[in-house]
T-cell receptor, first 113, second 114 residues
């Protein structure tokens, strides 16, 4: 595997379910990110982790719970979601140097019913 | 505070015609600027980035962008559009480089007409 991978690619869940999204980066990066992409809205940064430590929580509801066990893996635990949480969830990674860019995974298309 | 504005949520060009996608930014410090492309059912892929070196930046797939400080612009161009260029394009700005907080524009969908 190369780059940034995300599983599952598609997820349908009910509002009472608990599920998790997984992201893995094979680039040796130290920073990882979760973004939410909804139609007709700018990409929304949700969480940032640097060296496994959370450094940004962009006022995300507590029904989204991130976990970063090491610099290569990032999870997003989901519980009691709302229909408006349906979106494409993108994971990204980068080096922590100032000139680096972010590398994105293909995303998980989440539908909350 | 940093922000980015992309003018035109949809742009249509004929195959072989010039592609021009507009981006204006706001930043309190010299910015890092990026253009990303997103094809259907895929994540974002970096096209090019400006990091205070040359003001004309060349990227992949024949795209380039010019940083104009006086106009606070970073427009994306390609001399001749190809059908495979149909995608959504995102301009992004960061005051801290590519990590931490990057602010993305709303995106411009490019349609290429045969």
């Amino acid at each position: 595997e190369t780059g940034v991978t995300q599983t599952p690619r598609h997820l349908v869940m009910g509002m009472t379910n608990k599920k998790s999204l997984k992201c893995e980066q094979h680039l040796g990066h130290n920073a990882m990110y979760w973004y939410k992409q909804s139609a007709k809205k700018p990409l929304e940064l949700m969480f940032v982790y640097n060296f496994k430590e959370q450094t940004e929580n962009n006022s995300v509801p507590s029904r989204f719970s991130p976990e970063c066990p090491n610099s290569s893996h990032l999870f997003l635990h989901l519980h009691t979601l709302q229909p408006e949480d349906s979106a494409l969830y993108l994971c990204a990674s980068s080096q922590t140097s100032g000139r680096s860019e972010q590398y994105f995974g293909p995303g998980t298309r989440l539908t909350v019913t | 505070a940093q922000s980015v504005t992309q003018l035109g949520s949809h742009v249509s060009v004929s195959e072989g015609a010039l592609v021009l996608l507009r981006c204006n930014y706001s930043s309190s410090v010299p910015p890092y600027l990026f253009w990303y492309v997103q094809y259907p059912n895929q994540g974002l892929q970096l096209l090019l980035k400006y990091t205070s070196a040359a003001t004309l930046v060349k990227g992949i797939n024949g795209f380039e962008a010019e940083f104009k400080k006086s106009e606070t612009s970073f427009h994306l161009t390609k001399p001749s559009a190809h059908m495979s260029d149909a995608a959504e394009y995102f301009c992004a700005v960061s005051e801290t480089g590519g990590y931490q907080k990057v602010t993305f524009g709303i995106g411009t969908k490019l349609q290429v007409i045969p």
